[in-house]
């Protein structure tokens, strides 16, 4: 009957140093003048306030994933397709000081020629917002240059916004998109 109690009980026992073992600290004792406050960390350190501080997404909106281009009077002519680019990837990263949200906005993506596609310099329409509580507070079109090789081959580019300043927001209710904007719609000349 005594073995039926102290097997649970050494169970339980060690179950519990293994979750107080996993919580555990670094085992080192806190640097001198440190008091559990946070410092300014050493150059390329990251605080841990900064690691669990909320950090809104980056989201691409339907249909701005990916810009095409035609030859002058080819508009959805798959012949007359001069290079498609899409994004691939989006990412973000945040640090906070002096009560403003200071937002970094990284967009990768690849351009591929189509078969009207010659060897040029072209210009991705990059834009970048950031909405809280679904105001506008950040809103900023990149012109990025990108070189269309000859030979259908594909190429990459990366776009970087790192001027994003916001006021630190008190609740988790930004969000922050990203895509192509290449303006409104052009208008058609009437047939009538």
């Excluded at 990251?46 to 690691?51: A, F, I, K």
Aim: glycine share 14%; proline share 8%.
């Amino acid at each position: 009957m005594a073995d039926r109690r102290i097997l649970p009980g050494l169970i339980v026992s060690g179950l519990i140093l293994v979750v107080a073992g996993c919580q555990s600290g670094t085992g080192g004792s806190p640097s001198p003048g440190s008091a559990g406050t946070d410092t300014k960390p050493p150059e390329g350190k990251v605080l841990e306030s900064e690691l669990r501080g909320y950090c809104p997404r980056v989201s691409l909106r339907e249909g701005t994933n990916y810009v095409n281009s035609y030859a002058k009077g080819g508009q959805d002519d798959p012949s007359k397709l001069q290079y498609q680019a899409s994004i691939s990837d989006v990412t973000r990263s945040c640090s906070r000081s002096n009560g403003m949200l200071n937002i970094t906005v990284a967009v990768a993506g690849r351009v591929v020629p189509g078969p009207a596609g010659a060897p040029a310099n072209i210009t991705l329409p990059i834009r970048v917002a950031v909405l809280e509580g679904g105001n506008v507070t950040y809103s900023e079109l990149k012109k990025h240059q990108v070189q269309l090789a000859g030979g259908g081959a594909a190429g990459q580019f990366i776009v970087n916004e790192a001027s994003i300043s916001v006021p630190e927001p008190s609740a988790a209710n930004v969000q922050i998109f990203a895509g192509f904007d290449e303006g409104p719609p052009k208008k058609r000349a009437s047939t009538e």
